[in-house]
């Protein structure tokens, strides 16, 4: 069954730290592009962090960069983001996205875990 299982999630004061983790299942995660965005309430959904085809090809959005990680174990076929030094406005759902081609490109996506950023 192909499926994208999010965790690492919760509820964490501003200036802490939080690794969020997405395992595949029967998708090639360590050979595709992936990426994890996040939405906040009443905003749409922001690309966060991206990395390509190989582990070097990374990107961040400009308000994260140099607080947040991607990567990935290839040998657990899971993506990670950490997440460190978080502020308030950090605080939304966080999904990962596989981006596959078998025939033509498809977006798979996990279930989303909430972070929330807070006293």
């Known amino acids: 069954q192909v499926q994208l299982v999010e965790s690492g999630g919760g509820l964490v004061q501003p200036g802490g730290s939080l690794r969020l983790s997405c395992i595949a299942s029967e998708l090639p995660l360590s050979t595709s592009p992936v990426s994890w965005y996040r939405q906040a309430p009443g905003k749409e959904r922001e690309l966060v962090a991206h990395m390509g085809f190989t582990d070097d090809a990374t990107s961040y959005a400009d308000s994260v960069k140099g607080r947040f990680t991607i990567s990935r174990d290839k040998t657990k076929n899971a993506m990670y983001l950490l997440m460190n030094s978080l502020k308030s406005e950090d605080t939304a759902v966080y999904f990962c996205?596989?981006?596959?081609?078998?025939?033509?490109?498809?977006?798979?996506w996990g279930q989303g875990t909430q972070v929330t950023v807070s006293t």
């Open positions: 996205n596989v981006y596959v081609f078998a025939t033509e490109w498809v977006d798979y």
